[in-house]
T-cell receptor
C-alpha cells in the first residue's frame, strides 16, 4: 500500500517570492508521482507528473518538481509565484503495476500582494 | 473537447433518503473512478471501473454505497439510507486506459449535504 504526506497544510507567500510545497510518500514498490492543482471553484487538474527518466520534471504555469528516491520525496517548486497561483495543491502516487491513485491531504498556497 | 461532467453540482438530502450521483466521462476513456473528498482532506478512493466492470470497489465505505457503469460510459454512484457523515464532495475522474501512468481527468464534483 502507498501513502502520501504533505508536510504543510497552508503556505502563505508574497507575490514574486519562491515557494516549495513538500511531499513525501511511502511505498514498497516503484511508483508514479503526480501533482494536481485545484483552483477555487474548479475541479482538480494535472500540474505535472513523474513517470521515469529525468528526476526533474516541469509542469504547467512554471512549476517543477524533483523526484528523490532515497528520500522518497517529490517536492513542488516555483521560483516566483503570482496571485493567480493561489490554490490547493495535491501530491499523489500510483504504484507502477496498479491503477489506484492515492492523494495527500493537500497544501493550500495563498499568495499575497 | 468536453471534459468530465458531474450532475448535480449540489445535492441536499435528508438523513435516511436515497441519492444518485451521475458522472459522464470523457468520450473514449475506458477507466472511470469515484473519489470522495471531505473538508480539509485529499480525495479518497472509492471505486474503479475498467469498461463496464468494477475492477476494484475496496474503497466503498459500506454496503449503503453502490456504483454502476452499465454501458461502459456513464456511471452512477448510489447511496442508500444517507447519513450525515456521508456529506462530502464526490469526485469522478476518467482516464484513457486506467494504468498507473495515466493521469486522471476530474469533474467538478457533486457536493452532497445530508441534513
Amino acid at each position: 500500500a502507498q501513502s502520501v504526506t504533505q508536510l504543510d497544510s497552508q503556505v502563505p507567500v508574497f507575490e514574486e517570492a519562491p515557494v516549495e510545497l513538500r511531499c513525501n510518500y511511502s511505498s514498497s514498490v516503484s511508483v508514479y508521482l503526480f501533482w494536481y492543482v485545484q483552483y477555487p471553484n474548479q475541479g482538480l487538474q494535472l500540474l505535472l507528473k513523474y513517470l521515469s527518466g529525468s528526476t526533474l520534471v516541469k509542469g504547467i504555469n512554471g512549476f517543477e518538481a524533483e523526484f528523490n528516491k532515497s528520500q522518497t520525496s517529490f517536492h513542488l517548486r516555483k521560483p516566483s509565484v503570482h496571485i493567480s497561483d493561489t490554490a490547493e495543491y495535491f501530491c499523489a502516487v500510483t504504484s507502477t503495476g496498479g491503477f489506484k491513485t492515492i492523494f495527500g491531504a493537500g497544501t493550500r498556497l495563498f499568495v499575497k500582494a | 473537447g468536453a471534459g468530465v461532467s458531474q450532475t448535480p453540482s449540489n445535492k441536499v438530502t435528508e438523513k435516511g433518503k436515497y441519492v444518485e450521483l451521475r458522472c459522464d466521462p470523457i468520450s473514449g476513456h475506458t477507466a472511470l473512478y469515484w473519489y470522495r473528498q471531505s473538508l480539509g482532506q485529499g480525495p479518497e478512493f472509492l471505486i474503479y471501473f475498467q469498461g463496464t466492470g468494477a475492477a476494484d470497489d475496496s474503497g466503498l465505505p459500506n454496503d449503503r454505497f453502490f456504483a454502476v457503469r452499465p454501458e461502459g460510459s456513464v456511471s452512477t454512484l448510489k447511496i442508500q439510507r444517507t447519513e450525515r457523515g456521508d456529506s462530502a464532495v464526490y469526485l469522478c475522474a476518467s482516464s484513457p486506459q486506467g494504468g498507473g501512468n495515466s493521469p486522471l481527468h476530474f469533474g467538478n464534483g457533486t457536493r452532497l449535504t445530508v441534513t
